[in-house]
Every structure is written in C-alpha cells, then in structure tokens.
C-alpha cells in the first residue's frame, strides 16, 4: 500500500486494542507488554498527547504516540508494519508530527530507540534527528538505548502569537 493511499487521523478510543498489539509485537517484542490496550487508552484520551494513525484500506498501517510539554515533546512510540515499510508511512507520520510540534511552538523533540536498531536509527537520522547519549540497560535492564533529539527552535525563546486574519 502506497503512501498516498494511506489517511492520517488522530487515533479513536476503538484502536486501542490494534495499536496495543502493534506496540507489543513491533516495539516492545521481548520486553514485556508495557502499552496494553488500557494504557493505549489512556493515551488517547491524554490532551497533552497525540496519537496518529496512519490508516489504509487493510486498516492501521503504523502509528505514533507523542507527548507535549511546555517546551519539549517525546516520540513515546513510532511503528509501521514491516509490510508497510519503506514506502512513505513513517515519513508521512512524522512530518505530521513535527508540523504538529511546530505549531505548538515546540524546541525540541526528544525519542529512544533500542540502540541496535540501525533501521530506526537511519530512518530517524534522515528526518533531522540527532545522537544525544546511549543508555546502558534502559529497556528493563536488557538493552541498551540510544536517545536523540530534533531541535525546531532555541528553547527559551519568544514564539510568535496566532494572529488571525481579519
């Protein structure tokens, strides 16, 4: 399924379920199951925190959870179906995401990732990310991760107000 036929939406409270079982099949395998549906929920319902979709006609083809704080916003959980990679989607996805942020007047966007994932660690690379630190044991002491980060402004500083147009 190409990129163009795929629909961003914010995520509904019915995907919980769906993107539970993505977070623990794609993201959290061997892990232990963290992001069950209850959890996803929450996120949902969460007014600091976005939740995408990326929906094509065999349903959710990849997700993204993002939290929102004053100055900052987390990458808390990024995946696409390996059927669906490498055409578009998760570019598509954060594109969105970082428009979002921008708007927000966001400074930074902050993520980990498990630090051998050299796909994730390419992919998040050519979309402006950079390498802050690696964190021995981070992943309930099993893995290491790596943390990176994507500034958009200088933190601190004055974000233009909304005008609007009339």
């Given at each position: 399924?190409?990129a163009?036929?795929?629909?961003?939406?914010?995520?509904?409270?019915?995907?919980?379920?769906?993107?539970?079982?993505?977070?623990?099949?794609?993201?959290?395998?061997?892990?232990?199951?963290?992001?069950?549906?209850?959890s996803?929920?929450?996120?949902?319902?969460?007014?600091?925190t976005?939740?995408?979709?990326?929906?094509?006609?065999?349903?959710?083809?990849?997700?993204?959870?993002m939290?929102?704080?004053?100055e900052?916003?987390?990458?808390?959980?990024?995946?696409?179906?390996?059927?669906?990679?490498?055409?578009?989607?998760?570019?598509?996805?954060?594109?969105?995401?970082?428009a979002?942020?921008?708007?927000a007047?966001?400074a930074?966007?902050?993520?980990?990732l498990?630090?051998?994932n050299?796909?994730?660690?390419?992919f998040?690379?050519?979309?402006?990310?950079?390498?802050?630190?690696?964190?021995?044991?981070?992943?309930?002491?099993?893995?290491?991760?790596?943390?990176?980060?994507?500034?958009?402004?200088?933190?601190?500083?004055?974000?233009?107000?909304?005008?609007?147009?009339?």
């Amino acid at each position: 399924m190409p990129a163009a036929s795929i629909v961003l939406r914010l995520a509904r409270p019915t995907d919980a379920p769906a993107l539970a079982l993505m977070s623990r099949d794609l993201i959290e395998a061997g892990l232990g199951w963290r992001y069950r549906p209850e959890s996803m929920a929450r996120l949902i319902a969460d007014r600091d925190t976005q939740v995408l979709v990326a929906a094509g006609a065999r349903g959710v083809a990849g997700f993204a959870v993002m939290s929102f704080g004053a100055e900052r916003a987390h990458l808390v959980l990024f995946a696409v179906r390996p059927s669906q990679q490498r055409r578009g989607i998760g570019r598509q996805m954060l594109d969105w995401l970082l428009a979002s942020a921008a708007v927000a007047g966001t400074a930074s966007i902050h993520l980990e990732l498990r630090a051998a994932n050299r796909d994730a660690h390419a992919f998040y690379r050519a979309m402006g990310f950079h390498d802050t630190v690696q964190v021995p044991g981070y992943y309930q002491s099993q893995e290491a991760a790596l943390r990176m980060v994507r500034v958009l402004r200088a933190p601190g500083a004055v974000v233009e107000a909304w005008v609007p147009p009339w």
